[in-house]
Nanobody, 123 residues
Framework: VQLQAFGGGLVQPGGSLRLSCAASGRPFPTMSLAWFRQAPGKEREFVAAISSTGLMTNYAESVKGRVTISRDNAKNTVYLRMNSLKPEDTAVYSC?????????????????WGQGTQVTVSS
């Protein structure tokens, strides 16, 4: 599976942004997908995950209520809608994929990764 994330940019605190991750290769509908982020000098952090059917989602406590993960299997794309952005949301956001819905918040459990997209929240 090849993954390509895009949609990052500079946004003011309190603003919104939608990230997209387009996939190709292995049938997209069979994959669980997730977003992770990594800020400078910090470890990679789980953000959100969505099951292959889209019926199950999982969010990190730090973003719950501000972030929505969704997917469009017809477009082979997963989205991350982020609202009420804070400076501490600044990071490189990457998408990841795997075939199971277990340990979805564990980065090392994912087989496929896309290159990240930078999100900067600053006034």
């Amino acid at each position: 599976v090849q993954l390509q994330a895009f949609g990052g940019g500079l946004v003011q605190p309190g603003g919104s942004l939608r990230l997209s991750c387009a996939a190709s290769g292995r049938p997209f509908p069979t994959m669980s997908l997730a977003w992770f982020r990594q800020a400078p000098g910090k470890e990679r952090e789980f953000v959100a995950a969505i099951s292959s059917t889209g019926l199950m989602t999982n969010y990190a406590e730090s973003v719950k209520g501000r972030v929505t993960i969704s997917r469009d299997n017809a477009k082979n794309t997963v989205y991350l809608r982020m609202n009420s952005l804070k400076p501490e949301d600044t990071a490189v956001y990457s998408c990841a994929a795997k075939t199971s819905w277990t340990r979805v918040n564990l980065g090392t459990s994912y087989n496929y990764w896309g290159q990240g997209t930078q999100v900067t929240v600053s006034s």
